[in-house]
């Protein structure tokens, strides 16, 4: 059996989100009809989601088939923003009981707020003096430098994430 790590997703406040997985057999066709659950838990104080609210108790929510004909396999959960009112890191990982499936579990975290809105302000922050400043300077040789260094930054950024997040998926498959 193989686990398969999804990327950290970074949502705004007031977004929702869509969890995917994909179930397949041993020789990678996609597995329908399967039985897929979902446990998403809060960092902050290790509540788990029950589908409308988070609680203190373990809780699991089931993964829909999207489309078994044209996407076999293909399993979804579309995470409400209601769901959320302040800044979170969400952990969640996926399983499935039916037999056949050999690439379970899935796991994967959501980071929802928190410097991810302040990102977004900056980089429209960034956009608009990227207008004027060239004006400014008579070249816009320094505005692409300085973009160049921001990007380079963020990307950094997510690897290191992208790190944690896998010693973190060790930790929490093996949680109860």
């Given at each position: 059996m193989?686990?398969?790590?999804n990327e950290?997703?970074r949502i705004q406040l007031g977004?929702s989100?869509?969890?995917a997985?994909?179930?397949?057999?041993s020789?990678g066709?996609g597995?329908?009809g399967?039985?897929?659950?979902l446990?998403?838990?809060?960092?902050s104080?290790g509540f788990?989601?029950?589908g409308?609210?988070?609680?203190s108790?373990?809780?699991t929510?089931?993964?829909?088939?999207?489309?078994?004909?044209n996407l076999?396999g293909l399993?979804?959960y579309?995470?409400?923003?209601?769901a959320i009112?302040?800044?979170a890191?969400?952990?969640?990982?996926?399983?499935?009981?039916?037999?056949?499936?050999?690439?379970?579990?899935?796991?994967g975290?959501?980071?929802?707020?928190?410097?991810?809105?302040?990102?977004n302000?900056?980089?429209?922050?960034?956009?608009?003096?990227?207008?004027?400043i060239?004006?400014?300077?008579?070249?816009?040789?320094?505005?692409?430098?300085?973009?160049t260094?921001?990007d380079?930054?963020?990307?950094?950024?997510?690897r290191?994430v992208?790190?944690?997040?896998?010693?973190?998926g060790?930790?929490?498959?093996?949680?109860?």
């Open positions: 193989s686990s398969s790590l950290v997703t977004e989100h869509i969890i997985v994909m179930a397949h057999d020789s066709v597995v329908t399967a039985t897929v659950n446990r998403v838990r809060r960092a104080d788990f989601f029950t409308t609210t988070f609680q108790g373990v809780a929510v089931s993964m829909t088939e999207f489309d078994s004909t076999p399993y979804t579309q995470f409400p923003a209601a009112s302040q800044a890191t969400l952990l969640y990982v996926a399983t499935c009981t039916t037999a056949g499936v050999t690439n379970e579990p899935w796991y975290q959501i980071k929802v707020g928190g410097w991810v809105d302040y990102v302000y900056d980089l429209e922050t960034i956009g608009a003096a990227a207008i004027f060239p004006a400014l300077l008579g070249t816009t040789n320094t505005i692409r430098t300085m973009l260094v921001v380079d930054g963020i990307k950094g950024i997510f290191v992208q790190d944690i997040v896998a010693r973190l060790q930790i929490l498959l093996r949680m109860p």
